[in-house]
């Protein structure tokens, strides 16, 4: 299952989306865990200490890399640097699977002490290299190819804390997720981005689910639905365990409070469902047009070559094309 959590700034969305990666941890599911915000806070908020989280290796740096293992055989991808973020697989490339080791999760993936089973990777943050000249999209790239490249199963997590508002509809990468979890709180301002991501998401059958997050009573509740409707999947209520989390304590996380174990169990219901509408050849289709769109845009003229002959039209991502033919 590929899971985004999306919302403005201070919405809670790093907090909902920890409290979510520690919710499967619990029950024993094997997670990947991307910090795709600029501001870098999911590896604090799932527990790392502020050296450890600093020193999380960043995927946009590592680019080369991710590039070069996922290149594979690909007859259709000439080199590494004819690759692009919305590069797509073919027959040849090499396809990821969650649990497994490869060159990307050694160079990427950091484990995080409690928390057996969980991969945490992170597109890391501005360098100073890159103020005045680069935009985030060069780091949220590296997200995009490993999602485009990614066979996920059924009972598998990836779980991506995205960068705040709506910023993820500047490239493609809104269309890869089987579930986006919008968290809002119960203001106007909280359903606003509500609105920017259900107009946007509307001609792409993004499936969307509104979580509202510090609600504090019946009418927090009845403001949520009379803005979102029958979008509102679930909320969680205001948390002793999640303010102990915030002063640097780490209580044990059966301690969370039962009405917010409720609402992560929810969250996981939706997210399985998901799995189970996903239409690979539709995935794979929209992974290709965005492809075209980057292609025609910007990257040939980037890269000097006709991009749209990366696309191998025979080629449909899912589980049978591990084992297929090149």
């Not at 259709?76 to 990307?104: A, C, F, H, W, Y």
């Not at 990427?108 to 057996?116: D, F, I, K, M, Y």
């Not at 965005?290 to 910007?298: I, T």
């Not at 191998?312 to 094309?321: M, Y």
Request: net charge negative; hydrophobic share 40%; charged share 25%.
């Amino acid at each position: 299952m590929k899971i985004a959590f999306v919302g403005k700034g201070g919405s809670g969305k790093t907090t909902l989306s920890s409290l979510f990666i520690r919710h499967l941890v619990a029950a024993g599911r094997p997670v990947v865990a991307v910090d795709a915000d600029i501001n870098q806070h999911l590896g604090a908020a799932l527990g790392l200490d502020e050296q450890a989280a600093a020193a999380m290796p960043a995927m946009g740096a590592r680019l080369p890399t991710i590039k070069d293992w996922l290149r594979g055989d690909n007859p259709r991808i000439g080199s590494t640097e004819q690759m692009v973020k919305t590069t797509p697989p073919g027959r040849g490339s090499r396809l990821i699977r969650l649990t497994e080791d490869n060159p990307i999760h050694a160079a990427c993936a950091r484990e995080v002490p409690g928390l057996p089973g969980l991969r945490l990777m992170a597109t890391g943050p501005f360098a100073e290299s890159d103020l005045g000249v680069a935009c985030y999209h060069s780091k949220v790239g590296a997200v995009e190819l490993y999602l485009n490249h990614l066979v996920d199963g059924a009972g598998e997590y990836l779980v991506v804390d995205m960068t705040a508002g709506s910023d993820s509809f500047a490239s493609g990468l809104f269309t890869r997720f089987d579930l986006t979890f919008l968290v809002a709180e119960p203001t106007r301002k909280g359903v606003g981005v509500y609105r920017q991501y259900r107009d946007y998401a509307r001609d792409w059958g993004v499936a969307l689910a509104v979580v509202g997050n510090k609600v504090q009573g019946p009418d927090d509740v009845e403001f949520l639905r009379e803005h979102v409707g029958d979008d509102l999947l679930t909320w969680t209520v205001q948390s002793d365990y999640v303010r102990a989390l915030e002063k640097g304590h780490s209580p044990d996380f059966d301690s969370l409070e039962p009405a917010n174990r409720a609402a992560l169990d929810e969250l996981v219901r939706a997210a399985d469902a998901g799995f189970e509408r996903r239409d690979w050849a539709q995935y794979t289709a929209q992974m290709v047009e965005f492809h075209l769109r980057n292609a025609r845009g910007w990257a040939n003229a980037k890269t000097g070559v006709d991009l749209a002959e990366q696309v191998d039209p025979a080629f449909v991502l899912g589980p049978q094309a591990i084992s297929a033919p090149v």
